[in-house]
């Protein structure tokens, strides 16, 4: 039962296109989404969240939008760069809760 | 400022042997967290703890335990290992409950 979805194993990008990952969430009680950045044998690390109450926020190049009708929400790359290419983790946390959620993971390749 | 810290980063264990993994962080973060990653699994929680003194279980808790005896420290056990537990095991801790997590580098486990 995943409760959080990245359906898109991997994905592959012209450097200076834009790359879309999307993640979807079947439980309604998720109100904080994240979005983590891995390079191999290194740890996650954070990268751009928003709230349910928001519908976007953008850092820098990045931009993470929300659709809570839909359970879904997407990160946005422009312009893409070769030093983007890493393995992209949809989370989602709910309100009281403390786990965090996974999903399964995009891995993004940035062509030069 | 090191961050989390997870010892050891390789370890290969036979089948029904016994394991700690450790994770420290100097953040002074109250909660705590262990994942595993498997391919096409993402990251998946398998105990966490809220504070000094408290675990809790997770998403995957059968065959590992866990201890939070000081707030810089967190310890994931092995008691029996079976060739299902191989793994990347990592570490993370926050601020907030449900925050920003911050990842330790990872340690992968290799049960034969």
């Known amino acids: 039962d995943q409760q959080v979805k990245q359906n898109s194993p991997s994905l592959s990008v012209q450097e200076g296109r834009i790359s879309i990952l999307n993640c979807d969430y079947t439980?309604?009680?998720?109100?904080?989404f994240l979005w983590y950045k891995k390079y191999p044998a290194e740890g996650p690390t954070f990268l751009i969240s928003?709230?349910?109450?928001?519908d976007k926020n953008e850092d820098g190049r990045f931009t993470v939008f929300l659709n809570k009708s839909a359970k879904h929400l997407s990160l946005h790359i422009v312009p893409s760069q070769p030093g983007d290419s890493a393995v992209y983790f949809c989370a989602a946390s709910g309100t009281g809760g403390f786990k965090t959620i996974f999903g399964a993971g995009t891995r993004l390749f940035v062509k030069a | 400022n090191a961050g989390v810290t997870q010892t050891p980063k390789f370890r290969v264990l036979k089948t029904g042997q016994s394991m700690t993994l450790l994770c420290a962080q100097d953040m002074n973060h109250e909660y705590m967290y262990w994942y595993r990653q498997d391919p096409g699994m993402g990251l998946r929680l398998i105990h966490y703890s809220v504070g000094e003194g408290t675990t809790a279980k997770g998403e995957v808790p059968d065959g590992y335990n866990v201890s939070r005896l000081k707030k810089q420290n967190f310890l994931l056990g092995l008691e029996s290992a079976a060739p299902s537990q191989t793994s990347v095991y990592f570490c993370?801790?926050?601020?907030?409950?449900?925050?920003?997590?911050?990842f330790g580098e990872g340690s992968r486990l290799t049960v034969l």
């Open positions: 439980n309604s009680m998720f109100d904080y």
């Open positions: 928003i709230s349910s109450i928001k």
């Open positions: 993370a801790s926050s601020y907030e409950r449900a925050g920003e997590l911050f």
